[in-house]
């Protein structure tokens, strides 16, 4: 059983940067993929950045890339989503998802993930 703990939300200004971090209790074998996804108000949860478990290949979404960085620590059991240069548009929930039985196929989508933490807060400032 995979659980995942988010961490490291905050207000933040913009330019500013902040690392967010997810706890996934259980071995790093149990996930095919694991990653970030954000859900702003009133807008559907997007897929931010991935990566999988097999050939650690890593995903990130074209508004994210050069700006967002994705890595993990196998030993401590987590995963890491490092933001730089943040934007307005960056305020969001920020939840961590795992792909758990392999329905997802490796795919970085909130639609193949069947493993979620709670979220946690990111808020921008001008």
């Known amino acids: 059983q995979v659980q995942l703990v988010e961490s490291g939300g905050a207000l933040v200004q913009t330019g500013g940067s902040l690392t967010l971090s997810c706890e996934a209790s259980?071995?790093?074998?149990?996930?095919?993929?694991i990653g970030w996804f954000r859900q702003a108000p009133g807008k559907n949860r997007e897929a931010i950045s991935c990566?999988?478990?097999?050939?650690?290949?890593?995903y990130y979404a074209d508004s994210v890339k050069d700006r967002f960085t994705l890595s993990r620590d196998k030993v401590k059991n987590i995963v890491y989503l490092q933001m730089s240069n943040v934007q307005r548009e960056d305020a969001a929930v920020y939840y961590c998802?795992?792909?758990?039985?392999?329905w997802g196929r490796g795919i970085c989508s909130h639609i193949g993930m069947d493993r979620w933490g709670k979220g946690t807060q990111v808020s921008i400032s001008a």
């Open positions: 259980g071995v790093f074998s149990d996930y095919k993929t």
């Open positions: 998802g795992a792909d758990v039985n392999g």
């Open positions: 990566i999988t478990n097999s050939d650690d290949k890593i």
